[in-house]
């Protein structure tokens, strides 16, 4: 079974700068994509950013030009490098790996933006 864990949350202050890392493990075929989600208190899960297998990025509409998604191919670490943080950002991330249709998840990191 894939494994995937976050790691790198934690308390803030607007405007200060956190990265979230994502280990996937167990691997034995190819990802197709690794992504960030959200979940805010109260509200839905919802995608931050995504990278392909091929390097393509896509980011949500409020956190581009302030987040950046990269990842390291070989050992299957995603990161997301957060700057000018937001108390809106305040949520559990979650890292996503899916493989040909098949979703796996974290268990979710507490990013907590407060002055």
């Known amino acids: 079974q894939v494994q995937v864990a976050e790691s790198g949350g934690g308390l803030v202050q607007p405007g200060e700068s956190l990265r979230l890392s994502c280990a996937a493990s167990?691997?034995?075929?190819?990802?197709?994509?690794m992504a960030w989600y959200r979940q805010a208190p109260g509200k839905g899960r919802e995608l931050v950013a995504e990278?392909?297998?091929?390097?393509?990025?896509k980011y949500s509409g409020s956190v581009k030009g302030r987040f950046t998604i990269s990842k390291i191919n070989a050992n299957y670490t995603m990161y997301l490098q957060m700057s000018d943080l937001k108390v809106e950002d305040t949520a559990v991330y979650f890292c996503?790996?899916?493989?040909?249709?098949?979703?796996?998840w974290g268990q979710g990191t507490q990013v907590t933006v407060s002055s």
């Open positions: 167990r691997i034995f075929v190819a990802i197709d994509t």
């Open positions: 990278v392909s297998s091929g390097g393509k990025t």
């Open positions: 996503n790996v899916d493989i040909s249709g098949y979703q796996f």
